[in-house]
């Protein structure tokens, strides 16, 4: 639940200041959350239906609403300006240590490091309603975890994962047999050998000193 608290927290560092909230319940064993009304600002388009959804989710358990949906989603339920959390520029990300290139067009990651360089094959988001985002845009590691299991997919496991832009995700996978095609949710899945080296150069460098680049666009069957 900590991670959640920061999630909050990151997201209320890009609203600039404007908008200022307390979600009790987010510690570990704490009750549910229930947000009164008066805790969403006005809807700047009341008619939006998908709008009216996410505010609803939003009212109805803000816990598993920030577990649930993306920072992108977050800030449109609550009236933040949008923000893609950890975004660095271009001249940054070139300067990392260890540089993830995720390539969406030829479905490859292209690892450069002083330990680990080459290039490998990936699954990125399936279209045309999980497309993996961000391309264009760099970004630095959010959190990393040794064996993550998913709160959005009946807790699937995703081993040596590397979050970045929100719930996207590098990770292991069981299907390796896709690897070279977009199959997955929205998160970039690697082989289990190959999420695994590349975890450890991130973890050996520190995410500080890591960025990750989507680039390119998916191609359609």
Known sequence: ???LRAVFTIVLLFSGGAFAFDLPGLEKGAAPARLPEAG???AANPG???LAALRAEALADP???FDEHTPAEIGLAYGLPPAARYRIDNAAAAK???RLIVNLTDQRLLVVSPELNGVFKLSSGL???HLTPGSGRCYAPDFIEEMHYSSLYN???MPNSIFFNGNIAMHGTNAEQLLGQPASHGCIRLS??????VYGVVKAHGKANASICVVGKTPVK
Do not use: T, W, Y
């Open 1 to 3: 639940m900590n991670i």
């Open 40 to 42: 969403l600002p006005a």
């Open 48 to 50: 939006d239906a998908r």
């Open 63 to 65: 816990v598993k609403f």
């Open 96 to 98: 990392a240590s260890v």
């Open 127 to 129: 279209g045309p309603d």
């Open 155 to 157: 807790k699937a496991p």
């Open 192 to 197: 289990k050998a190959d999420a695994k080296a």
